[in-house]
C-alpha cells in the first residue's frame, strides 16, 4: 500500500487564487514571506496581505520582474528585482523571500539580493 501524499504548496492554471488564514502571523514590525514559483506570465499578483484601503504587503510581476510594496504603518516601500536578473517569467522554478523590518526592506529571489 503507498502512503498518503500530504500537497505542500498551490498550484494555479493561471487565474485561480488562494485565501489563507493569517493564523498566527502578526506583521506589526517585521513581515517575512517566502515561497518558490514558476511562471511564463509577464504581469500578475503572486502575494497580497491586507485590508481594503489600509496597510497591505503586496508581492507582484511587472514586465517578468518581481515587485514587492508595502505599508503596514511606517509608509510605503517599494522592493524591485531589476539589477538581479532580467526577467523571472522563464518557466524554470524561483526561490522568493521578502523580509520588512520597519522601513527597511529585503527582496532575495535565488539567493541574489535587492533592498529597499
Known amino acids: 500500500m503507498l ?15 488562494v485565501i489563507i488564514s493569517k493564523g498566527n502571523y502578526r506583521p506589526a514590525r517585521k513581515s517575512p514571506v517566502r515561497f518558490s514559483f514558476r511562471t511564463f506570465a509577464s504581469e500578475g499578483l503572486m502575494f497580497l496581505m491586507g485590508t481594503p484601503g489600509g496597510d497591505f504587503l503586496s508581492i507582484e510581476l511587472e514586465d517578468g520582474k518581481v ?50
Request: proline share 3%.
Open 3 to 17: 502512503p498518503e501524499v500530504t500537497p505542500k504548496g498551490f498550484e494555479f492554471g493561471g487565474s485561480g487564487y
Open 67 to 116: 515587485v514587492g510594496k508595502y505599508d503596514l504603518g511606517s509608509g510605503i516601500g517599494v522592493l524591485r528585482s531589476s539589477g538581479l536578473v532580467e526577467r523571472y517569467n522563464d518557466g524554470q522554478w524561483h526561490e522568493l523571500m521578502m523580509n520588512r523590518l520597519g522601513n527597511d526592506g529585503l527582496l532575495k529571489i535565488d539567493n541574489l539580493s535587492g533592498t529597499c
